[in-house]
C-alpha cells in the first residue's frame, strides 16, 4: 500500500507539472512583466492589443487608476500585483498609490497592434522577402526591400487588416525598375484608280441646223472648226477624231486614266520610363490653329507625328503591366476649311489606347486595322448610252480602289543604366569631309561609314499585293 501511495504522489506530481508546462507553452507570448520600485522612474509598458502583461510593484499599493479605460483595462490580482489588457492602440496612464495616499508611480501604458501574428502571416504569405514590421504609436511601420511591387502591395493589403489606414510604407522594391518600350508602327496603302471617258460633238446643216455635243466638249463655244480640243486636267491620255459628211462636222474624243500609288509607313520610337512613372514621346510639330477668343483671333498649336505616351509597372519578376496611349497623325492636305480668311488642314490620324501586361522581351500586336475602301462610277447619255457598240461613245466610267494595312506592335524590355561610351550615337558614324573630297569630287560625307547611316535593304519582297 505505502509504495502504491508514492507511486501515486509521483503521478500527481508529474500531472500536475504536465499542466504546469502546457499552460505556459499556451500562454501569450508577448506577456511580460514589468517591476515597478518606489521612487526609482517606471520604464514604459507595452502592451499588444488584446493580451494581457502582469505589473509588479515592490511596494504594496492600495489604489489603482488608469487615465483611459477605453485604451487599456486593469484589475488586481494582489496588492502588488497588477493585470493590465490592451484593449485599442494608443497611450495612457497608470497610477499606483501606497496605503497613504503617496505616489508610487506613474506607468506609461502603449497598447501596439499585436505584430507577433502579423508577423507569422507575413513570413507564411510572403517568404523569403525581407521585410521588418515596427510599432509606431497606434500604427504599424514596414521597411525593408521586397523583390517586386506585387509582393509590396500585398505587404500593404495585410498589414491594413491589423492596423486599417496606420500603415506606413518604408519599403523599397529591389531588382530593375526601369522598362524600355519599343513600339512598331507599320503602315501599307495602295491606290488604284481607273478613268474611261468619250465626249462626241456634231456641228453644221445647211437646212436643218444640227448642233449638240457631250463630254468634255461641253466646256466648248459648240463649234467644231474654232473650239480647241482640251482633254481634262488629270487625263493620262487622249485621243481626238473628227470627220465630215457633207455638211455636217463630227468629233470623237477619247481620254483615259489609270493611276496606281503605294506607300509605306514606319515609325519605331523607343522610350524608357521608371515603374509606375509616365513618360511622354512626340517626333513631328505642332500645326497652327486660329480660334477665337476674347482680344479677336487667337492661334492653337496642334501636335502632329509620332506620340508615345505610356505608363510601365514592374508586376512581379520580368511581368510588365503597360498603360499605353500610341498615335501617328500627319497634316491631310487634301482636305481644308476656310474660317476668317485663314485656310486650316485637316489630320490624318491613327491611335490607339489600351492596357497589356506581358515578360520582358514578349511582343504584342495590340491594334491592327485592315481598310478597304472601293467606287464604282457609270456615267451616260440617257437611253443612247445604252445603244450596243456606239453607245460606248455616250459613257464614262470611273474605278476607284484604296486599301490599307495599319499593325502597332509594342515589346517592353526590362533595362539598367550602362556607361557612356558604351552607346552610339548615329552622328557618331558620321565622317566631315576635307577640302579636297568636297570641292574636287563633290562628297558632302567623308570616306567612312557615313553610308551606313542612311543605307536600307530592299533586297526581296516588302509589302503586300492587293488584287
Known amino acids: 500500500m505505502f509504495a502504491r501511495k508514492i507511486d501515486l504522489s509521483k503521478i500527481l506530481t508529474v500531472g500536475c507539472l504536465g499542466i504546469a508546462l502546457a499552460t505556459s507553452a499556451l500562454s501569450p507570448v508577448h506577456a511580460q512583466n514589468l517591476r515597478v520600485m518606489e521612487g526609482a522612474a517606471s520604464a514604459p509598458l507595452n502592451v499588444p492589443m488584446n493580451r494581457a502583461v502582469v505589473v509588479e510593484s515592490d511596494t504594496p499599493f492600495a489604489e ?30 497608470l497610477t499606483l498609490l501606497g496605503p497613504d495616499g503617496k505616489l508610487i508611480s506613474n506607468v506609461d501604458v502603449h497598447v501596439t497592434p499585436d505584430v507577433a501574428e502579423f508577423k507569422e502571416r507575413l ?23 521586397v523583390s517586386s511591387s506585387a509582393k509590396l502591395d500585398r505587404a500593404l493589403d495585410l498589414a491594413e487588416r491589423y492596423a486599417p489606414e496606420r500603415v506606413s510604407n518604408l519599403m523599397n522594391v529591389g531588382g530593375t525598375q526601369q522598362v524600355m518600350l519599343k513600339v512598331r508602327f507599320a503602315e501599307m496603302q495602295r491606290s488604284v484608280s481607273k478613268n474611261l471617258s468619250s465626249s462626241l460633238a456634231v456641228s453644221g446643216g445647211s437646212k436643218i441646223g444640227v ?55 514606319l515609325a519605331e520610337p523607343n522610350l524608357t520610363a521608371l515603374s509606375g512613372q509616365e513618360a511622354k514621346f512626340l517626333a513631328g510639330g505642332e500645326y497652327p490653329i486660329p480660334i477665337a477668343d476674347k482680344d479677336g483671333i487667337g492661334i492653337e498649336y496642334k501636335p502632329f507625328g509620332v506620340e508615345l505616351n505610356f505608363t510601365p509597372t514592374v508586376v512581379d519578376g520580368d ?68 445603244v450596243p457598240i456606239i453607245g460606248a461613245l455616250f459613257r464614262s466610267a470611273e474605278y476607284q480602289r484604296a486599301q490599307s494595312e495599319l499593325v502597332i506592335i509594342v515589346t517592353p524590355h526590362l533595362v539598367s543604366p550602362t556607361r557612356g561610351e558604351a552607346l552610339a550615337l548615329p552622328t557618331d558614324r558620321v565622317k566631315l569631309p576635307s577640302e579636297r ?15 551606313e547611316v542612311a543605307r536600307q535593304d530592299f533586297s526581296g519582297s516588302y509589302g503586300y499585293v492587293m488584287e
Not at 461641253?218 to 455638211?247: E, H, P, V
Request: hydrophobic content about 40%; aromatic content about 6%; overall charge negative.
Open 64 to 93: 489603482l487608476s488608469i487615465a483611459n479605460p477605453g485604451i487599456a483595462d486593469i484589475s488586481t490580482l494582489s496588492d502588488k500585483s497588477i493585470y493590465v489588457l490592451g484593449k485599442t492602440p494608443g497611450r495612457t496612464t
Open 123 to 145: 513570413q507564411q504569405i510572403l517568404p523569403g522577402e525581407n521585410i521588418e514590421v515596427r510599432t509606431a504609436n497606434d500604427g504599424i511601420v514596414l521597411s525593408g526591400t
Open 211 to 265: 448642233l449638240g455635243e457631250t463630254g468634255t466638249w461641253m466646256q466648248g463655244d459648240n463649234s467644231l472648226s474654232n473650239s480647241s480640243i482640251t482633254a481634262r486636267d488629270n487625263a493620262n491620255a487622249a485621243l481626238s477624231l473628227g470627220f465630215t459628211a457633207g455638211s455636217l462636222e463630227f468629233g470623237v474624243l477619247l481620254e483615259a486614266l489609270e493611276s496606281k500609288g503605294v506607300v509605306r509607313t
Open 319 to 386: 511581368s510588365i503591366n503597360l498603360v499605353i496611349n500610341a498615335a501617328v497623325s500627319s497634316i491631310d492636305t487634301t482636305t481644308s476649311i476656310t474660317n476668317g480668311g485663314f485656310s486650316v488642314n485637316a489630320f490624318k490620324r491613327r491611335e490607339t489606347s489600351t492596357t497589356v501586361e506581358m515578360r520582358d522581351g514578349e511582343s504584342f500586336a495590340i491594334a491592327g486595322l485592315l481598310q478597304d475602301d472601293f467606287r464604282d462610277l457609270n456615267g451616260q447619255v440617257p437611253w443612247i448610252g445604252d
Open 437 to 451: 573630297d568636297l570641292f574636287l569630287f563633290g562628297n558632302v560625307a567623308g570616306k567612312g561609314a557615313a553610308g
